[in-house]
Nanobody, 123 residues
């Protein structure tokens, strides 16, 4: 069983950047496709980005394209989400998740989840 721990959230002004990290325990990180999701108050959890086991394939929600970049370092058991040009509407709790097989865009397809990290964007 994997344990996921996110970090890197915080308060940033609109237009600023943050880099989220998700450290995954265990020896099988390279077998997990990884995803980032977010959930704002009163809203459903939504897909942000996903990456394949090798990192060769990435997928983004439309709102993330051109501003966010997902990457992974299999030697460090870590997946990252670089967020640039942040907007107030990006404010949410961001979660990383792991699943076996191909990257997915639906939260229900992910097996393991982190506890989340808060991203606050001031206007």
């Amino acid at each position: 069983q994997a344990q996921l721990v996110e970090s890197g959230g915080g308060l940033v002004q609109a237009g600023g950047s943050l880099r989220l990290s998700c450290a995954v325990s265990g020896r099988t990180f390279g077998t997990y496709a990884m995803g980032w999701f977010r959930q704002a108050p009163g809203k459903e959890r939504e897909f942000v980005a996903a990456i394949s086991t090798s990192g060769a394939s990435t997928y983004y929600a439309d709102f993330a394209k051109g501003r966010f970049t997902i990457s992974r370092d299999n030697a460090k058991n870590t997946v990252y989400l670089q967020m640039n040009s942040l907007k107030p509407e990006d404010m949410a709790v961001y979660y990383c998740a792991a699943n076996f097989g191909a990257p997915r865009t639906f939260a229900r397809d992910y097996v393991y989840w982190g506890q989340g990290t808060q991203v606050t964007v001031s206007s």
